[in-house]
Every structure is written in structure tokens, then in C-alpha cells.
């Protein structure tokens, strides 16, 4: 006999804070990106630093998900993202490292970098152009307020630091549970959903 079931949704704040602890991710991906590559100081440094920086980053965020972003295809959107953004972020501001120039290529880059996640949200994300939109401004906070607090940003890192993380991922973290699917593919969605199971 098959009966019908209601599954609790997983509490937002739950979400919102296991996704914000991901920022954990971004110095250790700082470090790896740095010891791949050294000081983001030209394109090949830039552009390796920026895939290692952002395979660490992406399966970090991945793990914090809730199960619910594809670690393979965020980790490799991310990666390539990371990569090409702070490329072309980096030769743009001529790798300089004063407030303006990093919150500019800290944009620069998420325009590339949202858009490659973008592609690797689930398909059933709704509205997923609003995370593409949104990862430029936050990406530039997160170099904006790494550069306020006064971290050695003039060691050329491929990431903000802790701090940018920490406010990066608050922040991202209401945007993507608004767009998210609750749970994981395959499984229910929403308070007080219905399942169907075997009695």
C-alpha cells in the first residue's frame, strides 16, 4: 500500500549558516592558488592560481550545500571562472593592488566567475541569472572589505581573505537558499511537502 508522508524542509538558518562557514574554504584556497602559482603578478600566474584558487573554493562550497550543488560540475564551474576572471581582472587594473583596483577587478572577475556558476546550478534553480547578476558586487565587497581591514593585499593573494570571505559567503548564502532547491535532486521540496513512500 502506498502512502502519503509530509518531510520538514531543511531549516533556512541551518543552510544559511553551514553555507556561510564555507568561507573557511577561501584561505586554504588562497594558499593552494599561491603555492601553484606565487603572487598573481602576470597571466600565467593569474590564470593558474585562479583554477586552483577556485577548484579548492568550489568543492568547499559544494561540501556546505546541503547536498544540493553538484560538487564535480561546481568545483570544475568555479575553477574555470576563478581562472579566466582573475585573468582578465588582474591585466586589466595592470595588477595593482590599491582599494580601487582590486574592488574592480574583484567585479571583473565575478562577472565571469557568476556566470560559470550560474550554468552549474541545479535545474531546478529558479531564477538563476540573479546569482550570475549578483556575484560581481559581492566578489568586489570581498576584496573591498579583505583590502578595509588591512590585510597585506599587496602580496598579490588570488583571493580576498577571510574576512571578504566571511562577508562574501554571509551574503551569497541568503541569495542562494532564495533560489536553491530545499533539498537535494530527487528528494522533496518546501514545509510540510508530500512523499510518497510503502506503508
Given amino acids: 500500500m502506498r502512502v502519503l508522508i509530509r518531510v520538514p524542509q531543511r531549516p533556512a538558518p541551518r543552510a544559511w549558516i553551514r553555507w556561510t562557514a564555507g568561507f573557511l574554504a577561501f584561505p586554504i584556497a588562497g594558499l593552494a592558488g599561491r603555492a601553484a602559482a606565487g603572487p598573481v603578478d602576470g597571466a600565467t600566474s593569474a590564470l593558474v592560481g585562479g583554477v586552483v584558487t577556485g577548484a579548492v573554493i568550489g568543492a568547499g562550497q559544494a561540501l556546505v550545500s546541503s547536498g544540493r550543488l553538484s ?41 565571469l566567475l557568476g556566470l560559470a556558476q550560474a550554468c552549474a546550478l541545479p535545474r531546478a534553480t529558479r531564477l538563476r541569472w540573479l ?69
Fill in 71 to 111: 560538487p564535480p560540475r561546481w568545483s570544475a564551474a568555479t575553477a574555470a571562472g576563478s581562472g579566466l576572471g582573475l585573468l582578465l581582472g588582474s591585466t586589466l587594473v595592470d595588477h595593482r593592488t590599491d582599494l580601487g583596483s582590486l574592488a574592480l577587478m574583484g567585479a571583473v572577475e565575478g562577472v
Fill in 131 to 199: 546569482w550570475a547578476a549578483a556575484t560581481p558586487f559581492l566578489w568586489a565587497a570581498g576584496w573591498t572589505v579583505t583590502t578595509l581591514a588591512g590585510v597585506g593585499v599587496d602580496a598579490r593573494f588570488t583571493v580576498f581573505g577571510a574576512t571578504g570571505a566571511l562577508t562574501f559567503s554571509a551574503l551569497s548564502g541568503v541569495l542562494l537558499h532564495g533560489l536553491l532547491p530545499a533539498t537535494r535532486p530527487g528528494r522533496t521540496t518546501g514545509p510540510g511537502s508530500l512523499r510518497e513512500v510503502d506503508a
